[in-house]
């Protein structure tokens, strides 16, 4: 008898609490290395009704005079309130009845410097106490990498499936065909699977924002046909496959004004929907120096290039940072018995291929351009055009494979 199992991602449109907060710190992260590669951000976002509240530590070397010791403020590389109105505008939150609007929500800025002592960790010179002059890892902490070959983007399937009713509703709204919709959404899909191979879609949900002037029967049909069958798979869906659409019948307060939001707090829908493991780190609002972030997707681009070269169906790996040192503490390989060769030959062969070190991974994926607001909605993986999505070292990883195989 096949081993069957149901499997369950969600995703959340661009409209959500929790991603309008991540893209506004991601917008603030970008204007930062727009004016200076060299910055230091971690912008922490809250929102709440008609209320914005950005915090954390920013570092911009070149406000800083040399000769003086004065630093500038912020306002003199960029509008910090301008920035945090255009990502709400590129959201949409422009309509009159909704508290949540991108000219006249209240903005608190609460951003100073970066710490000294967390700064000289990072810096890649020499300081009392720190061990090595290069540049080490922002933070202590563990980060995962996955890919599975079920997929064309060599992602598990239920987040994919779950991102893709997302992109779609945001695409429709957008371009003004439906009056009704708004920008808070929900999507969430259940795969059955038979001995590890997608099988059928279980149900699908979606819970959307809408006005109040909109039947809920017209939702539904709308949805089912021009979102649901246009973007799943029609081999995995049929008779019968559930759909749940505004399952409490109502969606109209939604956005801040029905919820808060807080900046990271999607990790698992940013990530692989629960079926890869996460470290715990958040992504949004931090430049590459923080491991969280640029050594998640490191973890990727192995994890990706490892499965593309065939030498696994699915793989997991996963490094580990202590604060101020440049190298990984850990590097481990799980292949899940679906290795072409054993999981301790392809460790081997990835840290011949790939650099760990955190300055490294800022080099080999190009992490200093300001690009970061491109991997804030439907998942920072699975998206072609980021550099972590490249499978450039498939064929470094084979020779690397075979010459350590002798």
Request: proline share 4%; aromatic share 8%.
């Amino acid at each position: 008898m096949a081993n069957s199992f149901v499997f369950s991602s969600e995703s959340v449109g661009e409209g959500h609490p929790d991603k309008v907060a991540d893209l506004i710190s991601d917008s603030v992260l970008d204007a930062c290395l727009a004016f200076d590669k060299n910055a230091r951000v971690a912008c922490e976002t809250f929102v709440k009704s008609n209320v914005v509240v950005v915090g954390g530590e920013i570092t911009l070397p070149k406000l800083q005079d040399k000769k003086t010791g004065k630093t500038l403020p912020i306002s003199e590389a960029f509008n910090v309130d301008k920035v945090i109105r255009d990502a709400i505008r590129q959201i949409g939150y422009v309509n009159d009845d909704d508290i949540f609007h991108a000219d006249t929500v209240f903005i608190t800025n609460y951003l100073t410097a970066q710490s000294a002592d967390i700064a000289q960790g990072v810096d890649a010179k020499k300081a009392e106490g720190k061990k090595t002059a290069e540049q080490g890892a922002g933070d202590q902490g563990l980060m995962f990498g996955f890919a599975a070959d079920e997929t064309d983007e060599l992602m598990p399937s239920p987040i994919i499936f779950a991102h893709r009713l997302g992109r779609e509703l945001t695409s429709i709204r957008k371009s003004g065909k439906v009056a009704w919709l708004r920008p808070d959404a929900k999507t969430q899909v259940s795969v059955r699977y038979a001995d590890g191979v997608p099988t059928e879609i279980v149900n699908v949900v979606i819970s959307t924002q809408h006005t109040a002037d909109v039947a809920h029967a017209e939702i539904e049909a709308f949805l089912i046909k021009n979102v649901i069958r246009k973007v799943l798979p029609a081999a995995l869906l049929n008779a019968k496959t559930e759909f749940l659409i505004n399952p409490t019948g109502k969606f109209v307060i939604g956005g801040p004004q029905g919820d808060s939001g807080l900046t990271g707090r999607k990790i698992i829908v940013d990530t692989y929907g629960g079926w890869g493991r996460h470290g715990g780190g958040a992504f949004s609002g931090k430049d590459p120096s923080k491991v969280d972030r640029s050594a998640a997707y490191m973890g990727r681009w192995v994890a990706k290039n490892i499965v593309a070269a065939k030498l696994a169906k699915q793989c997991e790996v996963q490094f580990a940072y202590a604060i101020g040192h440049p190298k990984p503490v850990s590097v481990y390989v799980n292949t899940f018995g679906t290795g072409a060769v054993a999981d301790e030959l392809i460790t081997e062969a990835i840290q011949k291929v790939f650099s760990f070190k955190p300055a490294d991974i800022v080099k080999q994926l190009d992490l200093l351009q300001p690009f970061y607001r491109q991997t804030t909605n439907y998942g920072h993986f699975g998206k072609t055009g980021l550099p972590w999505e490249a499978t450039t070292k498939v064929a470094a990883l084979q020779a690397a494979v075979k010459k350590l195989a002798k």
